[in-house]
């Protein structure tokens, strides 16, 4: 079964720093792009951060560009998300999802692939 399990939600101070992971199962990154995206109550879904498995290439909205870094590990087929200087807007649920073949600007915008579920940050004041 094919899967992606997010973790490593929390709640932390403006300021502060949380990592959060993307766990795939059933299938490995070759040729996938996987995202981060959020929702904020009341909020559209946003795409933060996309990479490409094959080419490395990134894609980051313009509301966490030089704060969040996202990286994989193909040895662990995980896909982390480092979150730095951390804001009160960037309180979301955040999830990850994959799509095959497609650049990190095409899974970040369209949103469309398979999603796993979400994990919550809380970033107070």
């Known amino acids: 079964e094919v899967q992606l399990q997010a973790s490593g939600g929390g709640s932390v101070q403006a300021g502060g720093s949380l990592r959060l992971s993307c766990a795939a199962s059933g299938f490995t990154f070759d040729d996938y792009v996987i995202g981060w995206f959020r929702q904020a109550p009341g909020k559209e879904r946003e795409g933060v951060s996309c990479?490409?498995?094959?080419?490395?290439?990134?894609f980051y909205s313009d509301s966490v560009k030089g704060r969040f870094a996202i990286s994989f590990d193909n040895a662990k087929n995980t896909v982390y998300l480092q979150m730095n200087s951390l804001k009160p807007e960037d309180t979301a649920v955040y999830y990850c999802?994959?799509?095959?073949?497609?650049?990190?600007?095409?899974?970040?915008?369209?949103?469309?692939?398979?999603w796993g579920q979400g994990t919550l940050v809380t970033v107070s004041s």
């Open positions: 990479i490409s498995d094959f080419t490395g290439s990134t």
């Open positions: 999802a994959a799509r095959e073949r497609v650049s990190p600007d095409s899974l970040c915008i369209t949103q469309s692939g398979f």
